[in-house]
């Protein structure tokens, strides 16, 4: 009989040297592919509102060249519906969530966080931000609990609190239905995280990009149960492809369950492009309107022929499809390594299919990681509040050059997006 401890001793090495090499390669290959120069230089004319002008505007009293230039803003940047609490120091949101995460099945017991369940579950948190510059990252503290009692002042290091509570499936569609009906646009964020992310810091973002888009309508985090760490990755992929059917059964509960006039919008990060857009390429074809408005596939870990399978059903479903992609991101460059298949989001040759605009990141003044650019760069947020909020195509949002690939044509920054500046009241 073999000694099994040779075996195992023979097994570590080729694991860590595969993942060092891994790593290298992707440390060079990030080098190699920094554009130049990285900073956009052009600057784009900002906007600067404040809520308080909105009786004048309204009325027909304001200044004519604050009517000319505000009065389209009056409903894309009205106060949120969203929000509980706002002052000088922080803010809170109602964020609705849905999982299939383990997180409302067991209250209390860490090891039921990340169970992987078969069906959704629903629920509500309460989240308070920090105040911080628009694009700046913050720390989400987890305790592995419903309830995090984490301050959220600016002072303090810049985390977030999440206070957490089950619904069923009837409370949550009547909760998310309160806010829809209350926002001006009939808005609703769909927001679905990526590779690594805890149930907090998934719902934190939420609320961080409402905040920093900003968007003012109800907002929804769908939680799935990745298992957290680096060296989970692998652990990952099949717990995602698990999560594509209970995703499936919320999207149609949402969809059948919210007024028909609501504008969903689906943003998604990531390793999460795999659940979204399998899910909605296996649902049957929609008779009528498309009951999607923006679909926005953001730095997309999913392999290039996978992607180009799933574009079509994906573009049935959405009036509008955006693809954001950057040539130095280096996850997906590590990514592409693990699989031997270059992944949708990298831009190093963008991907280009009928019924998505592609839009190319890579000048956008990013992070190291160059990932998560969709909610930590101003200029992408910029160009998401023109999308989302004022439902311009890439055509008419000006900070965006049209290129060509062959016969094929993608949209590049070529200069600085438009710096959204509000200022919100709002009344004891």
């Known amino acids: 009989m073999d000694d099994p401890i040779p075996a195992r001793i023979s097994f570590l090495p080729r694991r860590w040297t595969a993942l060092f090499c891994a790593l290298v390669g992707t440390l060079i290959m990030w080098s190699c592919r920094v554009p130049d120069p990285p900073v956009l230089k052009n600057k784009s004319m900002g906007v600067v509102y404040d809520t308080a002008m909105e009786d ?37 949101w109602n964020i609705y969530v849905a999982t299939n995460r383990g997180w409302f099945e ?39 609990s419903r309830v995090s009692t984490v301050s959220a002042s600016a002072n303090d290091g810049a985390s977030a609190a999440v206070d957490s509570e089950p619904l069923t499936e009837a409370d949550f569609l009547a909760g998310v239905n309160d806010l829809v009906e209350r926002s001006r646009q009939h808005d609703l964020l769909v927001f679905i995280h990526g590779f690594n992310v805890s149930f907090e810091s998934a719902v934190a973002r939420t609320a961080q990009l409402a905040l ?50 609501t504008r969903i919008h689906i943003v998604v990060h990531s390793m999460g492009n795999r659940i979204v857009m399998e899910s909605l390429s296996d649902l049957p074809a929609p008779e009528g309107e498309k009951p999607f408005t923006n679909v926005v596939l953001c730095a997309p870990d999913v392999g290039r022929s996978d ?22 991101d280096s996850a997906l ?22 019924g998505i605009e592609t839009v190319d ?16 760069n101003t200029d992408v947020l910029g160009d998401l509040f023109m999308l989302l909020k004022e439902d311009r195509p890439a055509s008419k949002r000006p900070h965006l050059d049209k290129k060509k690939q062959g016969k094929q044509a993608y949209w590049q920054f070529s200069r600085t997006a438009p710096t959204i500046m509000y200022t919100w009241h709002y009344e004891e």
């Open 56 to 92: 004048e505007i309204r009325s027909g009293k304001a200044h004519a060249l604050v009517m000319t230039s505000l009065a389209s803003y009056v409903d894309t940047l009205a106060e949120s519906v969203a929000v509980t609490d706002w002052s000088d120091d922080s803010s809170s």
């Open 361 to 376: 990141c890579s000048r956008v003044d990013l992070t190291m990681m160059g990932h998560s650019y969709f909610g930590g």
């Open 307 to 328: 992607f180009e399978k799933w574009a079509p059903g994906v573009a049935a479903h959405s009036e509008r499809v955006t693809l954001y992609a950057n040539m130095s």
């Open 333 to 354: 460059i590590a990514s592409k390594g693990l699989h031997s298949e270059a992944r949708a989001g990298d831009a190093w040759k963008p991907v280009i299919v009928d």
């Open 212 to 261: 920093d888009i900003p968007f003012n309508g109800a907002a929804v985090a769908y939680c799935w149960p990745t298992q957290g760490g680096v060296m989970k990755y692998s652990s990952d992929e099949p717990i995602n492809k698990a999560s594509v059917a209970p995703f499936t059964q919320f999207l149609t509960t949402l969809r059948e369950g919210v007024p028909e006039d």
């Open 106 to 144: 067991s209250p209390g017991e860490p090891e039921a966080a990340n169970q992987v369940l078969d069906e959704p579950q629903y629920g509500l948190c309460n989240v308070t931000l920090p105040r911080h510059r628009k694009g700046e990252e913050f720390q989400v503290k987890n305790t592995k």
